[in-house]
């Protein structure tokens, strides 16, 4: 697929002139205007009926009244809603075969907020920056995956549990004990050493809660905010993962951010998935949380499939992106987390 | 009918990437476009520094990280010509031109002034790890400063030694010698005055004049190392800072332990902030992949554009923002002819008005 690509980008350039753009230079966005979705409203009358009481309330200096008059309020917001909804049901059933098809529910995905760095699978320039980017040697096939795992200093033993399962989860991969070793030292040693990637599992109160993922020669850290995190024995019917390299699944990674995630986590794995194994290990992004499952598979018939799951289960939330290996001080950051920036509205989601 | 030749028909701004397309923004009709010469794009051609012809914008010139500088011309928008910086090694620091001379500085401290034709006029070893450099046309002053690498400013005409080298600040209150770390380096116009960014997050200017080697003024902000400065054309007292965490602030010389203003909507490093030449805007371009464009008296993002690279530098023209001054132009211009309409109708009823309204007032009282 790579070759096919790359025979694509080498003929629009001969063809193009110099001065041609590789697809569009770059993506506006309206900050200006707000795309306000507006809530289908069924009835004008409707908007009439509620648009008056709100501004007499608000009005209303006593307190007492305030509530009553507040709360009558939504009792007849809730009757009018019922009372459209019985309306939309009957002429259903009226119509019966010929009804109109019932609009998807809205959700928070489905209304997620128009976000300019979602990548499209045939943008020329983004590929380009890809295949130069810190993780191209992997896609390349030019390194395989090596990876240390480690902690905070003085880890507990939920933490030391974790690692564990993490390690054969990971294959090729070893833990080592932290021992107040300073990160900036230990990267350069690890280099020298050939590991590609290392992982440090971060641990607050006895529970292992932060993740900090650096790909090695020069390759970006990634922070992330590690949740609910479940031991193999805290897991219902679970399993031990076998020797066998798993396959990998990355789901929702959609923003350019979210590719570069992504690209970060597949280096982690080696390149062929031995399928014999079984094994499949999801990386599912929804909302910005990435959800992280190992599970064993197994093909029932041709529409069923068993699953059994394997070994740790965590949610990550992306904290920072910073370029280069570990360097929290002075290192410069791609992307980092702001929260009263960015988290203003539900449903504007970076990854 | 105003003509507007200034919008829509310049680029506003001309950004660099990491991955060596040259992209420019036309911010009236929203337009980005790359910028390339065919073979020579990737990351070996990342675009390190770039900087114009003359005065009047006409051509470009883009340092690439091979040491390779080509022009550009900004009305056609494509390479015409390509130079070959001498004897180059490591990164370049600073790209300048004056009259019909390129001023480069690479990173191993090789401080070159050289013709068109590949002549090397004059060169100096300006040390080693050189982060940044900014010539001062007048006066005919380069400054260098670095990782370790004091600020030291250099005369074209006596290349051999620099004429001022600024001393580091005095130990901090442990009695810790304070690391030398310069970022970024701005000549303050109308003065030999320097401005200094530096990466242990202080802000210092130096003046050669003066009898002290020491940064006459200096500030801090925030934690994180600053990576891009301006000096706001029109006020140049007025400076704009951005650090590697994503923060941007605007400090003001004559107060600066103040900070004047903060600015928001940074995701990620910003790596070059230029101040519009007229208009009160600045643009900024960050590891994030947006260029972001944000007036100085408010907070909030003004336009934002999606670069799709890393991007490195940036340079701004003179053309105007938006659109709508045309026909706002047209709006004030159609108000001002009804207010004329409606001065002269009162004008015209008032020496009516009067003896009616004194008769509508009061009732008539007819003396029979």
């Not at chain 2, 929203?30 to 794009?41: F, G, R, S, V």
């Not at chain 2, 009259?99 to 480069?104: A, H, K, L, R, V």
């Not at chain 2, 009898?211 to 400076?239: C, F, G, H, M």
Request: net charge positive; aromatic share 8%.
């Amino acid at each position: 697929m790579d070759e096919d690509q790359q025979s694509i980008c080498s003929d629009q350039f001969s063809i193009s002139s110099d001065q041609l753009s590789i697809c569009s230079g770059g993506i506006f966005s309206d900050i200006a205007s707000v795309i306000d979705e507006n809530p289908l409203k069924d009835d004008a009358n409707n908007n009439n009926n509620e648009s008056m009481p709100q501004n007499n309330i608000s009005q209303i200096r006593n307190k007492d009244r305030r509530t009553a008059a507040f709360i009558k309020m939504r009792k007849e917001q809730r009757k009018e809603k019922i009372r459209l909804r019985k309306q939309r049901q009957n002429m259903r059933k009226q119509l019966g075969k010929n009804a109109p098809p019932v609009a998807p529910p809205k959700t928070i995905e489905n209304r997620r907020e128009k976000e300019d760095t979602m990548v499209q699978p045939d943008d020329v320039e983004v590929l380009l920056d890809e295949e130069s980017d810190e993780m191209a040697s992997y896609f390349e096939r030019k390194t395989t995956p090596k990876i240390l795992i480690t902690t905070s200093d003085r880890p507990r033993s939920r933490t030391t549990k974790f690692l564990k399962e993490l390690s054969e989860g990971f294959p090729n991969s070893t833990v080592f004990y932290r021992r107040a070793l300073d990160l900036k030292k230990v990267i350069p040693q690890c280099i020298m050493k050939g590991f590609t990637d290392i992982i440090i599992v971060n641990e607050d109160r006895k529970t292992p809660n932060g993740l900090l993922l650096c790909h090695l020669p020069e390759g970006p850290t990634v922070h992330f905010k590690m949740s609910n995190v479940k031991l193999r024995k805290e897991i219902k019917n679970s399993t031990t993962p076998s020797e066998h390299q798993p396959e990998i699944i990355l789901n929702n990674f959609g923003t350019r951010l979210g590719h570069t995630i992504g690209r970060m986590f597949t280096t982690l794995f080696p390149h062929n998935p031995e399928f014999i194994g079984r094994q499949v290990v999801t990386f599912h992004n929804q909302r910005d949380f990435i959800f992280f499952r190992h599970h064993r598979y197994i093909f029932r018939n041709e529409k069923r499939v068993g699953l059994q799951e394997i070994g740790p289960r965590f949610t990550l939330k992306l904290r920072s992106l910073q370029k280069g290996t570990f360097d929290s001080k002075f290192g410069e950051y791609e992307w980092i987390h702001k929260r009263h920036e960015m988290d203003t509205s539900r449903r504007r989601f970076h990854l | 009918m105003v003509e507007n030749s200034g919008c829509g028909s310049q680029n506003n701004v001309w950004v660099g990437s990491e991955t060596g397309l040259l992209k420019s923004v036309n911010l009236c009709k929203k337009l980005a476009t790359n910028h390339y010469d065919k073979e020579n794009y990737g990351k070996e051609h990342e675009i390190q520094r770039i900087c114009w012809e003359y005065e009047d914008q006409s051509a470009l010139y883009t340092a690439h990280k091979n040491g390779v500088v080509r022009k550009l011309e900004t009305a056609s928008g494509g390479y015409v010509d390509s130079f070959q910086i001498p004897e180059m090694a490591g990164k370049i620091a600073g790209l300048a031109r004056l009259d019909s001379n390129f001023i480069t500085c690479t990173s191993n401290g090789d401080l070159r002034l050289w013709s068109d034709e590949n002549e090397t006029l004059a060169s100096s070893k300006a040390g080693d790890n050189v982060l940044c450099m900014d010539l001062n046309s007048e006066l005919q002053q380069v400054v260098t400063g670095g990782k370790e690498n004091l600020v030291k400013l250099w005369d074209l005409n006596k290349p051999e030694q620099p004429i001022f080298k600024a001393k580091n600040v005095r130990p901090d209150w442990l009695e810790h010698r304070v690391p030398v770390w310069v970022t970024g380096l701005k000549f303050i116009p109308n003065s030999n005055k320097i401005l200094s960014i530096t990466g242990t997050h202080n802000i210092r200017v130096f003046d050669p004049n003066s009898n002290t080697r020491r940064p006459v003024l200096e500030t801090s902000y925030e934690e994180y190392p600053l990576t891009a400065v301006d000096i706001v054309a029109k006020n140049p007292n007025q400076v704009i800072v951005g650090n590697t965490h994503g923060d941007a602030a605007m400090f003001d010389l004559r107060k600066i332990k103040h900070v004047a203003r903060c600015y928001k909507g940074f995701a990620g490093s910003i790596r070059e902030i230029r101040c519009h030449p007229s208009l009160p805007y600045f643009f900024s371009c960050s590891l994030d992949r947006h260029l972001r464009v944000h007036h100085e008296q408010y907070p909030k993002v003004e336009h934002k554009v999606y670069l799709k690279s890393r991007l490195t530098c940036l340079l701004a023209t003179d053309a105007e923002l938006e659109v709508k001054t045309d026909e706002k132009e047209l709006e004030t211009e159609k108000r001002k002819k009804e207010k004329d309409v409606w001065d002269e109708l009162d004008d015209a009823d008032s020496s009516e008005s009067d003896s009616d309204s004194d008769s509508d007032l009061l009732p008539s009282k007819k003396k029979k």
